[in-house]
Structures are given as structure tokens and as C-alpha cells.
């Protein structure tokens, strides 16, 4: 698919932020993999997102490809890199280690996550490991104190993750939100959510959320739900039940132009549902495709900011005004 177009606007008002745009992208497995995964960033690197996600394995699995990765994106992309860490398996020095490794190499963003032990992990947590995000995001800001000089004085973003739908390990949706108000006061700067199925799971998370007091941005991740067995999968892995009406249509699709589609629909109803909603972005979850992705922009039209298109130690630097990306 072609890369989106942009269409000149007016600036928005000095009182309004333009819509945040990023994407998920995970390591690549193999070399085909990764020829497949630099054309998905060259392609949504022009759309000027505001950073790109990069997954980490469960337990560090794939610590070293994702560090790659992130290097790749920081030195030959204009793309910023948020790196994803887990803190279950680690001990606090381990990840400390981790942490300044990011910050050596110019990470300046990472979502903390609690993450899952890999299968055939023990069940008994190591001693001294981490238990909880909450954690993870304390520790974080340890580090980021002890580098205050080396950061000229500037703060890491850290984000989480916050559940429209409830956690399949937590007792509540209350829960869920008191959660995410402690890993605000730890010191989170904003939240990505996990995927929703219903329009009104996002709003109804956000309301919970403001009335218990958490006020950072929460920021909604959609996924284009165009793969039938991707979105049973990912019902099985999240616990949280995908909409009967999408299974039974991309059930009947009769091919995958179809289901492209219905998912792309869809997609862009939950999307614009969280946007009407007052969302502050969209997080837009890749599986390293950028087809998909860039169809459900296309039909978004979301404001952005003009920035330069291409890294800028690159010889052209394009002209930076206020646009609306169709993506």
C-alpha cells in the first residue's frame, strides 16, 4: 500500500495538542522477518508518528535482537523508540542494568510492564525479582536520578498499561484503576491501553479512571482486527472476550480482502469511538504489517504536526507544517 497522503491544514489552536500517533512493532524472528519489518517502518515512517513501541520477550527472551532493533530505529530512522520492559524474572541490580543500557544507547522512553514468565519458567518467583510494574516504574525513575547529569537534567517517559476491560488476574475493574493510580504516583507519565473489542470499554475505563484521580493521558491501543484467528488468539491471551458480531463476519468472509475490510471497519469504529471520547492519541498495535494499519489512518485523518519525513542526517529534509495524516 501506498504511504498516506497529507493534506495541508490550518495550525490547530495554541489551547489544543494535535492527536498522538504510534505503533507497535516486535524483534524480528529471522532475516526474512526482518526484510519484511523495515519495509513496515519505512512505510509508517512516513506518517511522522510521535514514537514507535518495541516489544521485549517475556522474561528478556529476546533482549539482545530487541536492543538491535532499537539501536537500528535511533540511528537510522527519525523514528523514537519506547522499549518495552518486563520486570517479572528480574531482580532489581539485573534490571538496573538493563535500564542504563537503554539510556547508554538513547532510549529515553519505556513502557514497564509486569510481563508473564516464559512457559516452563518455575512458578516461584526468583528471589529479589520484581513483582509488579509499580516496581518497575519506581526503579526506573532510581536510575534516571542517579543519571540526572548524563540526561542534562531531562526525565525519561515511562508509560503503562491500563485494561478497559479487567485484567484476567484481577478481582475488579476497581481494581484495574487503583492499579494504575499507584503506578501514576510511582512516577508513570501516561498509559497505552490493552486491545478493546466495544466502543464503550475505553470510556467507560477513562471515566473510572478520572474519578479515582488518575490524570495522566491514557492512551487507547487499537489493533486491526482483520484476521479471524489473530483476534480468537488474542481473546485466549488477554482474557477479554472479542465481539460475537466480528467473529461471525470475519467467520463468513469469503476471503481475506474481506476480512480485511470488516476488520478495518471495525477498527475504525473502536477507534473513533475512543477519539470522540477525548482520547489524547492512538496506539496502534502493527504485528510488524503496515497495510492494515495505514488503511485504518487513511479513514482516520487524524491531525498531526508537520515534522521532517526522513532521518535528519539524511541530505533532504522535508518542509514541516501542520497536516492532517491519512495513513
Known amino acids: 500500500m501506498s504511504p498516506p497522503s497529507l ?12 492527536t498522538a500517533l504510534s505503533y507497535e512493532l516486535f524483534p524480528p524472528k529471522n532475516q ?6 523495515w519495509n513496515t517502518i519505512r512505510e509508517l515512517e512516513s506518517t511522522n508518528p510521535d514514537y514507535v513501541s ?8 529476546n533482549r539482545d535482537t530487541a536492543v538491535q532493533l532499537l ?42 510492564l509486569r510481563g508473564d514468565l516464559p512457559q516452563g ?25 542517579r543519571r540526572s547529569a548524563l540526561l542534562c537534567a531531562g526525565k525519561v517517559a515511562i508509560g503503562v498499561a491500563a485494561y ?35 466502543a464503550d470499554q475505553y470510556k467507560d475505563l477513562v471515566n473510572r479512571a478520572r474519578r479515582a484521580g488518575v490524570s495522566i493521558p491514557i492512551i487507547p491501543g487499537v489493533m486491526p482486527l482483520t484476521s479471524l484467528r489473530r483476534v480468537q488468539r488474542l481473546g485466549v491471551i488477554t482474557g477479554v472476550e472479542p465481539s460475537t458480531s466480528l467473529l461471525d463476519a470475519l467467520a463468513r468472509a469469503d476471503d481475506a480482502a474481506e476480512s480485511r475490510r470488516i476488520g478495518v471497519k471495525v477498527t475504525v469504529e473502536l477507534a473513533r469511538a475512543a477519539l470522540d471520547a477525548g482520547a489524547p492519541g492512538i496506539h496502534l498495535y502493527t504485528f510488524n504489517e503496515h497495510a492494515a494499519a495505514l488503511e485504518v489512518l487513511d479513514k482516520l485523518q487524524l491531525l498531526r504536526p508537520g515534522r521532517p519525513a526522513v532521518h535528519p542526517r539524511a541530505s533532504t529534509i522535508a518542509a514541516g507544517t501542520s497536516r492532517l495524516v491519512r495513513a
Do not use: M, W
Open 71 to 112: 539501536n537500528r530505529l535511533l540511528t537510522e530512522t527519525s523514528l523514537l523508540p519506547l522499549a518495552h520492559l518486563t520486570c517479572v524474572g528480574n531482580t532489581a541490580e539485573e534490571l538496573e542494568g538493563i535500564i542504563s543500557e537503554l539510556l547508554d544507547h538513547g532510549v529515553r522512553g519505556i513502557l514497564a
Open 32 to 37: 526474512a522477518a526482518e526484510a519484511t519489518l
Open 7 to 18: 493534506i495541508q491544514a490550518t495550525a490547530p489552536s495554541v489551547h489544543s495538542a494535535p
Open 54 to 61: 518495541v516489544t521485549y520477550g517475556a522474561n528478556g527472551s
Open 164 to 198: 478497559p476491560a479487567r485484567h484476567p488476574e484481577s478481582p475488579s475493574i476497581e481494581h484495574d484503576v487503583e492499579v494504575l493510580l499507584a503506578k501514576q504516583r510511582s512516577g508513570a507519565d501516561f498509559a497505552i491501553t490493552q486491545v478493546f473489542f466495544h
Open 121 to 145: 519458567a518455575p512458578a516461584e518467583p526468583r528471589h529479589g525479582s520484581l513483582a509488579y510494574a509499580q516496581d518497575l516504574v519506581e526503579l526506573i525513575r532510581r536510575v534516571e536520578q
